[in-house]
């Protein structure tokens, strides 16, 4: 590649810098600063908050929340990879599985939350039918506002972003592997053990990494459904810059901004280094 040929693919690449300088460079520098002043002097009392009762129940509880629609997510969207994978490319299960994922993967936030109000919520249609019919109240206390809630809502979008995220490398398994493993005597449960299911562990655990980080960062749609209390980061953040309670310290949702960008860096570190394991056998 000439001198010319260097600069127009720097020149390609400059609007996404700029994109990245101003929609992620920006916006992490700010909260790194942030979380260290206080009405711009530098201080250690943000940081020191971090490690309050409160700021720590939560953290387990957005913890809690995202390890377990992770794992839920990560299970029943590979079982379902599985049954995609297994089926030729163009039929019609495959086709239509892979673009309703697709599209369900998206569908969070404000709709979704409604949609379970709507469903399950205390009036909800199938609540009331059940009501109505079975005399069973399966609202009960409000489950669905509070942790078990988030979890069966957040694995609505868990799921096919597994779907989306696990195939390429259930596709990337070829047929002459187990043709081998056959003709050298192996069973179809060795085959699992010994061949595919170690080569398919790095990027199943990758994938359910990326679950993992996918529901720790989800605002909206807790946003919705929890009116009271502030059970995970992003809601605290919420109450630290608009509650009254702490009014004046803003620069603590900093902190807690900072606290999350730390904890999500760390899985991506780690999702990046499985993906770079699963790529070498997926060419």
């Known amino acids: 590649m000439n001198r010319f040929s260097r600069f127009t693919a720097w020149l390609a690449l400059l609007p996404f810098l700029l994109y990245l300088l101003v929609f992620l460079v920006a916006p992490t520098l700010t909260v790194m600063v942030g979380a260290f002043?206080?009405?711009g002097r530098f201080t250690l009392v943000n940081v020191q908050a971090l490690f309050s009762g409160?700021?720590?129940?939560?953290?387990?509880t957005s913890l809690i929340l995202s390890a377990v629609s992770a794992l839920v997510g990560a299970v029943l969207g590979a079982f379902l990879t599985?049954?995609?994978a297994t089926r030729p490319a163009t039929s019609a299960f495959r086709?239509?599985?892979?673009?309703?994922?697709?599209?369900?993967?998206?569908?969070?936030?404000?709709?979704?939350?409604?949609?379970?109000i709507a469903t399950l919520?205390?009036?909800?249609?199938?609540?009331?039918?059940?009501?109505?019919?079975?005399?069973?109240?399966?609202?009960g206390s409000g489950w669905l506002f509070g942790l078990p809630g988030l979890i069966l809502v957040y694995s609505y979008f868990q799921i096919p972003l597994m779907v989306i995220v696990f195939l390429p490398a259930l596709d990337g398994i070829r047929p002459q592997w187990r043709e081998a493993a056959v003709n050298l005597g192996a069973s179809t449960w060795q085959y699992w053990r010994?061949?595919?299911?170690?080569?398919l562990l790095p990027a199943f655990l990758g994938s359910a990494l990326?679950?993992?980080?996918?529901a720790f960062a989800a605002y909206a749609t807790a946003a919705v459904l929890v009116s009271q209390g502030q059970p995970i980061l992003p809601l605290l953040i919420r109450s630290a810059l608009t509650?009254?309670?702490?009014?004046?310290?803003?620069?603590?949702?900093?902190?807690?901004?900072?606290?999350?960008?730390?904890?999500?860096?760390?899985?991506m570190t780690l999702y990046s280094l499985l993906v770079r394991r699963t790529s070498r056998w997926l060419r």
């Open 82 to 84: 599985y049954l995609v």
């Open 121 to 139: 919520g205390f009036s909800g249609v199938v609540t009331e039918a059940l009501r109505s019919t079975l005399g069973v109240d399966i609202f």
């Open 210 to 214: 990326l679950l993992f980080a996918n």
């Open 243 to 267: 509650s009254e309670v702490v009014l004046g310290r803003q620069n603590l949702a900093f902190a807690l901004a900072f606290e999350m960008v730390v904890v999500v860096a760390v899985v």
């Open 95 to 116: 086709r239509v599985v892979t673009a309703v994922s697709g599209v369900l993967a998206q569908f969070g936030g404000v709709p979704l939350a409604f949609a379970f």
């Open 54 to 60: 409160t700021v720590l129940h939560v953290l387990r």
């Open 37 to 39: 002043q206080e009405n």
């Open 194 to 199: 010994r061949v595919a299911g170690p080569m």
